[in-house]
């Protein structure tokens, strides 16, 4: 098997991470400088279903309380107590469409690069939490307006607005006071 570079075989320690998932060596008897990506993770990397698949790419808002803030491996469901969120990792969107199915309710939280949020479910853009919560809780944002579906009853949009420029961090969010929110198949998706 052939070398990918010139690159000699023994290099030191990494020296620097230019770039998340990017790693890099200076060699100080030639000056070559060697590259290493290890992720291709970013901004505007695509993300599949979560949890089901890939557990890593939702890091919590806190440390995680044992039987209170939890991600079963096995079941794919996130438990979530009152107040506590995770959010996607190393990954931001413009239009957006998210699906997530519940439980319990739970809220989606919209965060853009200021820290300013949006709670889909929230005081700000109440959602389709009476009664019962619904089995897939759809999420859409397009330029400043953001959506909200429940299949089978009638689709609500949320009266208070983004910024259309803004990139936005997904998460979730606890709501169950007293218990714990459960959500799970968390699916983001950018749209054109």
Do not use: H, K
């Amino acid at each position: 098997m052939g070398s990918l570079d010139e690159a000699p075989a023994a290099i030191g320690g990494a020296i620097a991470s230019p770039d998340p998932g990017l790693a890099a060596w200076l060699d100080p008897t030639t000056g070559l400088v060697t590259g290493l990506r290890f992720d291709s993770r970013g901004p505007y990397s695509p993300l599949g279903p979560l949890f089901a698949v890939d557990p890593t790419s939702l890091a919590p808002d806190r440390l995680e309380a044992p039987g209170v803030d939890q991600l079963d491996p096995v079941s794919g469901d996130l438990t979530l107590a009152s107040g506590a969120s995770a959010f996607v990792t190393d990954r931001t969107y413009a239009d957006v469409a998210v699906d997530v199915d519940l439980s319990t309710p739970t809220l989606v939280v919209l965060r853009d690069e200021s820290g300013n949020e949006l709670e889909v479910g929230g005081p700000e853009c109440p959602g389709p939490f009476q009664g019962s919560p619904p089995a897939t809780l759809q999420v859409r944002r397009e330029a400043s307006t953001v959506t909200w579906a429940v299949p089978g009853l009638p689709p609500g949009a949320c009266p208070v607005s983004v910024s259309a420029s803004a990139r936005l961090a997904v998460g979730l969010r606890g709501v169950a006071e007293g218990a714990s929110s459960v959500a799970r198949n968390l699916r983001v998706q950018r749209m054109p």
